[in-house]
């Protein structure tokens, strides 16, 4: 019998949720809108008529091996979802005991970055690495480590915020986190669009991006300014690839990765993000490490992406 | 029989050879000044020699379990000592090969901080623990990092360079690894020297400091100057403490260990170092993890420390 296992990605807005062979084939999925649910137990509750849907819209008949879940601030060691800022559901959610009451499998949860990672490690190109780290450029800055062939979780499931690493302690961006200067409020696709305003606060440098409403610019936006050689949106990727590049020889200093995976909205830029961020990752680089560590992009993009990084937790665990 | 194992810290100057049993008791000890020699193979034929000699003199019959080594620039994965700046030998020294021609036993290298935090793990308050940080405050900054229980060698084997993690990139001090602004040119017992003098140079503030020759500063002098309520010098433990408290809060952030131990000998200042680091950790520390890691003085100091870490590395490949 064909072993399966469900991926469900759990976002601010949207959740998508996915059936998943071994191979990393997305055999069906579908999405459900987080923000209508007033309680986790409704949303679940919701999901789990979604899943039986699913699995009963599949011709052959498969083994259900176990649910992966990747959320915001998702505890691997307790299941739970704590203090999620994007979510509505406030405090200490047992998100995977809630699970467990509908559905009598294994289940897995940890944070989207994280599950990333793991994506990465089971269906993409870390496949046989033992040291990689994973870093998503979305609304914020997430990171998943892989150590010893082994995800960090930490000593309390929540390693890996690489994003919550200061840059400017003093007179930095303030960050949602509440502390100032953190690495996602520059690195990620919101920070990008932060700095391509204070560009333009700061000088009467030309740009086709004067013509869009603050509010509109995205970062998708700037990279295809940037990629029509709009001097501004360019000095936006430059300043971005900077902090990156430079945050990134710590973060090689420190764990000594085989290869570094840049994932999510802004790393669909490509190179007008990784080029730059490879040239000031090697000039800040401590020399022993210098040319030996892979600056990659990511190929487990698009929509099905986040449901292959939460269905592999299921794979890693059970395959070991 | 009881086991042993043979424990050597590689240093500059000198190097320390002594017998360690199970339990962390070093049987016996001895000294050789490693700059006498001209390669590291006549360096290592007096090792043998004295290693031969501390075996004899003990009375009862041991078993030889292993030898461990902590070396500068010590690579674990190929027994090779790398571009140690401290050391006279240059190049790749193929260290652990010239050892196995003296002794037919199984024979490890790493970095001295990485046999500091292995002598934590085995011997020291951090038995037990999963996942926790070693950072040497010596004449730089090393560190060693233990997750999932097992210690970050990395893919290449040279993990663990949190000293030379970038505090301030542009206009940074000068750091031996040849760029600017490494956190161990701030957070070192060199490093707090230098805060001192460039203390003293930028203002007329009185300080007992004053009457030493510049030279002759050391952080033993300034522990003592702050301890006699002398304001310079605790000016200097204050912003030493602060780059230190930022830097640890930024490592929990992407590791959330148990625990963090200093080690090494500014730390033996105590809580002069240990209290002002820990509160500026608690101040910029992501809310998530606030309050939760221990910030601890290492019990493994003194003159046996450096063997105790390199023995370590014998018990805990042999009984794992």
């Excluded at 949720?17 to 649910?37: E, F, M, P, Q």
Aim: negative net charge; aromatic residues 8%.
């Amino acid at each position: 019998m064909k072993e399966i296992s469900i991926g469900i990605d759990i976002g601010g807005t949207n959740s998508v949720i996915g059936i998943v062979d071994k191979h990393g084939t997305v055999i069906c999925h579908d999405s459900i809108l987080t923000a209508n649910y007033k309680t986790p137990e409704l949303f679940v509750e919701e999901c789990a008529a979604l899943i039986n849907k699913l699995l009963k819209s599949i011709p052959e008949q498969c083994g259900l091996v176990g649910i992966g879940i990747g959320a915001p601030n998702g505890n691997y060691y307790k299941g739970t979802i704590e203090f999620a800022p994007n979510l509505k559901w406030k405090g200490i959610i047992e998100f995977v005991n809630i699970f467990k009451s509908h559905f009598d499998v294994p289940t897995f949860l940890t944070n989207d970055a994280n599950a990333a990672a793991l994506g990465e490690l089971i269906y993409g190109d870390a496949k046989g690495m033992k040291d990689f780290v994973v870093v998503t450029l979305g609304t914020g800055l997430g990171s998943g480590f892989v150590i010893n062939g082994n995800l960090v979780y930490g000593h309390d499931g929540f390693a890996g915020e690489l994003g919550h690493t200061i840059v400017f302690p003093e007179k930095g961006r303030l960050c949602g986190c509440g502390r100032k200067g953190c690495l996602e409020t520059y690195c990620s696709a919101t920070g990008i669009v932060r700095t391509v305003i204070e560009l333009m606060e700061e000088s009467d440098e030309d740009s086709e991006l004067r013509s869009i409403k603050k509010e509109k610019i995205t970062s998708k936006l700037i990279a295809e300014a940037a990629l029509r050689g709009d001097a501004l949106a360019n000095s936006a990727f430059d300043y971005t690839a900077k902090i990156l590049g430079m945050k990134l020889a710590d973060v090689v200093a420190i764990t000594s990765p085989e290869a570094i995976f840049l994932f999510g909205g802004l790393a669909q830029s490509g190179d007008l993000i990784l080029k730059p961020t490879k040239e000031y990752m090697e000039k800040y680089m401590l020399p022993i490490f210098k040319n030996k560590v892979k600056l990659l992009h990511s190929k487990l993009e698009g929509t099905t992406a986040a449901i292959l990084g939460a269905s592999a937790l299921v794979w890693n665990e059970v395959s070991c």
